[in-house]
């Protein structure tokens, strides 16, 4: 009976290095879009390229939207080993696959079947890509280390869309355990047009700016994330404790 806390010790260590590996899941503390002249549009996070020339489009577009994704890390230990990045797209029905821009909220449009948006890291404060973003803030979240793809399909509405983040997401990631992390995203424009517009590019992610409906973004996180060390001493005492009272 003696070797009973030595047991539950190694029981103890045992539960500890299960959960340390077990997935953890994130949800943002801020997203939003950034216009390319500062400011933003509530309650969306699409990305958007315009052309202006009517009555057919052609020539160079110009990015319009970027958006970004914040999250909190603050309560994470331990090292990330992979990472994953997970996008809700808007069920609202509307004209997806038509190209005609600023009509019913339809959170895909552009003539092609699949647009990518590019994930790229981000320098910018938090509070600043909140509160008051410029042209500095829609520069930076569209620019600098790719961190990977979100693919959008012109039938995705109502779910969750993914994306793998590389190794250099990662490195970041465990860099900024103990505060925030941002993620931006850019729309790779493929250089074709709806067939009716004379506005709108391409946009996708739009939503009905009704916060209410939309589900948060998310960081899943693989690794050795383990609990806070106050967690873990308090565990070793409780065993401690046990072994104690076992002698007596």
Do not use: C
């Not at 030595?6 to 997203?31: C, F, G, K």
């Amino acid at each position: 009976m003696k070797a009973l806390p030595n047991v539950l010790l190694a029981a103890t260590v045992a539960m500890l290095a299960t959960n340390a590996y077990a997935d953890v899941t994130i949800d943002h503390t801020y997203r939003s879009n950034v216009r390319s002249n500062g400011g933003s549009l509530a309650g969306s996070y699409a990305v958007r390229a315009i052309n202006t020339d009517s009555p057919n489009p052609s020539g160079t577009p110009i990015e319009r939207e970027r958006n970004f994704h914040t999250f909190d890390l603050s309560g994470l230990s331990g090292t990330i080993t992979g990472a994953t990045l997970r996008v809700w797209v808007d069920p609202k029905d509307g004209d997806p696959g038509s190209g005609i821009g600023n009509q019913t909220g339809a959170p895909y449009q552009s003539s092609d079947s699949s647009e990518d948006i590019l994930l790229y890291d981000v320098s910018s404060d938090a509070s600043d890509l909140v509160n008051s973003p410029t042209a500095t803030e829609f520069a930076d979240i569209g620019s600098g280390n790719l961190y990977g793809t979100l693919t959008v399909n012109d039938d995705d509405a109502g779910e969750y869309i993914e994306a793998v983040l590389n190794a250099q997401a990662i490195a970041d990631l465990n860099a900024a355990i103990g505060g925030l992390w941002s993620v931006g995203g850019a729309l790779d424009f493929n250089g074709s047009y709806g067939a009716n517009s004379n506005f709108i590019s391409e946009r996708v992610l739009h939503d009905d700016n009704n916060e209410l409906n939309d589900l948060p973004s998310q960081l899943v996180l693989t690794g050795s994330v383990v609990p806070e060390p106050s967690s873990v001493l308090l565990v070793l005492g409780t065993v401690a404790g046990w072994a104690v009272l076992r002698r007596r």
